[in-house]
């Protein structure tokens, strides 16, 4: 009964308010976008976790806290240093606690989960403590900047038992890429030998914080925008072991930033398969979105483009997937697919199981964006 409850609920709201919010980085444009609202037959039933929230330095969050609404979760608190970017959470949910420092939300027992995307060399110390009280965690991506950082979360996680999960949106909260799981795993094209995955991304310079632009809290450029190609690679594949070929890193056209990098690129190589990576700051203002995202999966038997954001030139929603293989060729719209994430993290929160993404995935993918970026190659273009 419990059971048949939980996937009703987790197939009505996800089903009834799926969307995805636009990773634009201007700080307060999710908080002006209307709340998803649940259906009025299911308001009355009781939620299956209570979350909360510290640190939100970056707009991601929004998608992340109506994820895990979706998926059963209650927002209850929280906590950010910024007034600014605070008042544009409470506006957006009037109905959350303000916490009057992150401690009275680490040690309230009737907190299950600690969501955060506050500044990214940040996010790996807030998850530690987070587990140490007890609690699940995820993050922003990327949710670990350091090698260093990486092997203390694991160490850890392992003597806690805490899920530490982080929210690559690019496969989590696009309908299409979930799709192309849904279509692999099916033996649509065969075993997958390669997957190229490109994350362009517009810069909005003027809406930037200054950590954006520092390469110390960001990460790097592979560190971040890469880990989300990382972690497709390994779940397209279906490899657990993995390494970096090569990778180099640079900035080419922004020098007025001297700790940023606009340009990334990477070879991998796993178990069951291998892959390229480009990510950059190069998308003209011209696009109709922040970014024209493509993941391209090559198998044995066919491929599939997925063009993530808009089909450029052709239309400009997103969720567009593109099929070819030996039977045929053809265009699916994916607007209509359901987005599982929320539901299945949730169900591992309460379960203690691993649906939505294992931990050894999550730090693989983790390892071989933080390998890439620190031992890449330093581009000097004339």
């Known amino acids: 009964m419990e059971n048949n409850r939980r996937n009703f609920l987790k197939n009505s709201l996800t089903g009834a308010a799926g969307i995805v919010l636009s990773p634009s980085i201007i700080q307060d444009i999710s908080a002006k976008t209307s709340q998803i609202e649940v259906p009025a037959f299911l308001k009355n039933i009781a939620p299956r976790i209570k979350f909360s929230v510290i640190g939100i330095n970056h707009s991601h969050i929004y998608g992340m806290v109506e994820a895990v609404t979706r998926g059963g979760g209650e927002l209850v608190a929280v906590y950010a240093k910024e007034a600014d970017l605070l008042a544009n959470f409470v506006k957006k949910y009037p109905q959350v606690k303000q916490a009057k420092d992150e401690k009275e939300i680490l040690e309230d027992n009737s907190i299950q989960l600690i969501l955060t995307s506050g500044i990214a060399s940040e996010r790996a110390k807030l998850g530690i403590r987070a587990m140490k009280n007890g609690k699940d965690f995820l993050s922003d991506k990327p949710g670990i900047t350091t090698l260093e950082d990486l092997a203390e979360v694991r160490k850890v996680q392992k003597a806690t038992k805490r899920i530490y999960s982080i929210m690559f949106s690019e496969r989590f909260e696009n309908k299409a890429t979930v799709k192309a799981g849904e279509l692999v795993k099916s033996g649509a094209i065969g075993k997958v030998v390669q997957t190229i995955g490109m994350g362009p991304h517009k810069m909005n310079t003027k809406s930037r914080p200054d950590w954006f632009f520092d390469k110390n809290k960001f990460g790097g450029i592979i560190t971040d925008i890469g880990s989300h190609q990382c972690d497709q690679f390994l779940f397209f594949t279906g490899s657990t072991s993995a390494e970096v070929v090569s990778s180099q890193i640079g900035n080419v056209n922004h020098p007025e930033f001297p700790l940023f990098e606009d340009f990334g690129d990477l070879m991998l190589r796993g178990d069951k398969g291998t892959g390229y990576i480009r990510v950059d700051w190069f998308t003209p203002d011209g696009l109709k979105t922040w970014g024209d995202g493509r993941l391209t999966i090559l198998g044995t038997e066919g491929y599939i483009e997925i063009r993530k954001n808009i089909d450029i030139a052709n239309r400009d929603t997103g969720n567009n997937l593109y099929l070819?293989?030996?039977?045929?060729?053809?265009?699916?719209?994916?607007?209509?697919?359901?987005?599982?994430?929320?539901?299945?993290?949730?169900?591992?929160?309460?379960?203690?199981?691993?649906?939505?993404?294992?931990?050894?995935?999550?730090?693989?993918?983790?390892?071989?964006?933080?390998?890439?970026?620190?031992?890449?190659?330093?581009?000097a273009l004339k």
Not at 334 to 349: H, K, M, R, S, Y
Request: proline residues 2%; aromatic residues 8%.
């Open 324 to 379: 070819v293989n030996n039977k045929e060729t053809k265009f699916i719209d994916c607007n209509a697919e359901i987005l599982p994430f929320g539901g299945q993290l949730v169900d591992d929160i309460v379960n203690r199981t691993e649906t939505a993404m294992s931990q050894d995935h999550c730090f693989l993918a983790t390892e071989l964006s933080l390998k890439a970026q620190k031992f890449a190659k330093k581009l």
